[in-house]
DNA sequence: TCGTGTGAATGACTTCACAGCC
DNA sequence: GGCTGTGAAGTCATTCACACGA
């Protein structure tokens, strides 16, 4: 067998699994937290515990970023960081631009922390002419008309759509006339684009869906289990 | 050796696979918008190519809610709708308290639809008096102090935390103390509760990952990629 | 023929089990 | 002893294949 030693990471060339890249936020948020208090060392079980998540779960998480750690220590918490906002691209400032100045898209704009993710929007769009010319969190809220130019001088990529459902596909293909590379977006709606574009929803009634059957069937369950025993 | 006692694993509660909780609003909005315009059947192909998912896997989900179509003319849009409806529990109405009366819960406040899926925000609360006595979206917003009594008395047992993350546990804990049985939380932290309140995460960068990453992935691939061939 | 219903095959993710290291 | 690294086993979800019905 040829000698190989350390292959830097190419597990990435072929698709992450996306319950991992879930999972990495998770991690990387905790990591800041200890390294706030002054640790430098951590470990899968430890990460695990206090995550509520198995050990070899993490471990594995963290092999796809590329990171080794050593038996006993464990692993370098300043390297976990670091590893991890390479791996997702945290490490590389991304500039987008956000469609509809409603309080949800005031909400992202003042999100706190977007920064250290590279994520950094730089200007606001909508309609409605009385929300234009006003400056929100630092950034200013100009008419929609103006995006597809200006997101081309600009070569900004990344569009976030916080418009209502109805006007998603306009927002939609306004990036798309600008040339936008991934779209977030968080309408209620389908949207459709080029194959070339990424897009994630973030649907709330999906998420909901998921906490009202449970909750449903939580009721159900005690309703029902005063009588019942195993 | 025996290893344990045969377990007759509960099939009575049989887990429903969250994936298809999360597709299945995608088909209740479909399904609305089909009666909007006076259809009154449906098929799973149909579903199927709009959502751009498989066929096999809509009628799978289908089968979850109970629902039974006839061949060749698929399914009843009313009985589906409604199918979906009763079994998410988005039949019957659910009171929810809000903690953090910031712009996301502002947001979240004007949300439309959310009446549809039963979820009825009735009251708001927040540590900052300035924000108290106000009125939004038609909802007042009330001091946080008190939160658990008020619930205790209406009797609400669903939350909606949209603090920043510092003051998450804190939201967290007086809704357990006002007896809350399921919290959705849209603040980027862990918070910990009982084990019989049911918790959903709504972690945005959870999500930022997924694009973060597979934005990244398709830049250096057509970077390495544009040089070559056609 | 088209569409439902179902059981079997494939694939994706998780968990287990153990080897090696400190 | 604890902890990493890894391949194998197991579990869950999606996709395929085909019987049956209008």
Redesign the pocket.
Same mark, same amino acid.
Not at 23 to 51: A, D, H
Not at 75 to 91: M, P, Q, R, S, T
């Given at each position: 067998m040829e000698n190989k030693t350390v292959r830097p990471i190419r597990k990435s060339e072929k $698709?992450v699994? /996306?319950? *991992?890249l879930r999972r990495l936020p998770l991690y990387y948020r905790l990591l800041k937290q200890l390294r706030e208090v002054g640790r430098s060392g951590v470990?899968? !079980?430890?990460i695990g515990t206090e995550l509520k998540?198995?050990? !070899?779960?993490v471990? @594995?998480d963290? /092999?796809m970023t590329g *990171?080794? $750690?050593?038996? @006993?220590? $464990?692993?370098d918490v300043n390297e976990l960081i670091c590893a991890i906002e390479k791996f997702l691209g945290w490490d590389i400032s991304t500039e987008a631009f956000l469609v509809g100045a409603g309080s949800l898209g005031e909400a992202l704009m003042g999100y706190p922390g977007f920064a250290e993710c590279g994520l950094d929007i730089v200007a606001a769009f909508d309609v409605d002419p009385n929300k234009c010319h006003r400056v929100i969190h630092g950034k200013h809220v100009r008419h929609i008309s103006k995006l597809p130019g200006l997101m081309r001088r600009m070569r900004v990529r990344f569009g976030i759509i916080t418009v209502p459902a109805s006007e998603a596909q306009q927002a939609a293909d306004l990036l798309v006339e600008g040339g936008v590379l991934a779209i977030w977006n968080f309408a209620p709606a389908k949207i459709h684009v080029p194959d070339r574009v990424i897009v994630t929803n973030e649907d709330l009634y999906c998420s909901l869906a998921v906490l009202s059957q449970k909750m449903t069937r939580k009721l159900a369950e005690s309703r029902s289990k005063g009588v019942s025993k195993s």
């Amino acid at each position: 067998m040829e000698n190989k030693t350390v292959r830097p990471i190419r597990k990435s060339e072929k $698709g992450v699994p /996306e319950p *991992t890249l879930r999972r990495l936020p998770l991690y990387y948020r905790l990591l800041k937290q200890l390294r706030e208090v002054g640790r430098s060392g951590v470990s899968c !079980t430890m990460i695990g515990t206090e995550l509520k998540l198995d050990a !070899t779960q993490v471990r @594995k998480d963290i /092999e796809m970023t590329g *990171t080794v $750690g050593r038996p @006993k220590v $464990g692993y370098d918490v300043n390297e976990l960081i670091c590893a991890i906002e390479k791996f997702l691209g945290w490490d590389i400032s991304t500039e987008a631009f956000l469609v509809g100045a409603g309080s949800l898209g005031e909400a992202l704009m003042g999100y706190p922390g977007f920064a250290e993710c590279g994520l950094d929007i730089v200007a606001a769009f909508d309609v409605d002419p009385n929300k234009c010319h006003r400056v929100i969190h630092g950034k200013h809220v100009r008419h929609i008309s103006k995006l597809p130019g200006l997101m081309r001088r600009m070569r900004v990529r990344f569009g976030i759509i916080t418009v209502p459902a109805s006007e998603a596909q306009q927002a939609a293909d306004l990036l798309v006339e600008g040339g936008v590379l991934a779209i977030w977006n968080f309408a209620p709606a389908k949207i459709h684009v080029p194959d070339r574009v990424i897009v994630t929803n973030e649907d709330l009634y999906c998420s909901l869906a998921v906490l009202s059957q449970k909750m449903t069937r939580k009721l159900a369950e005690s309703r029902s289990k005063g009588v019942s025993k195993s």
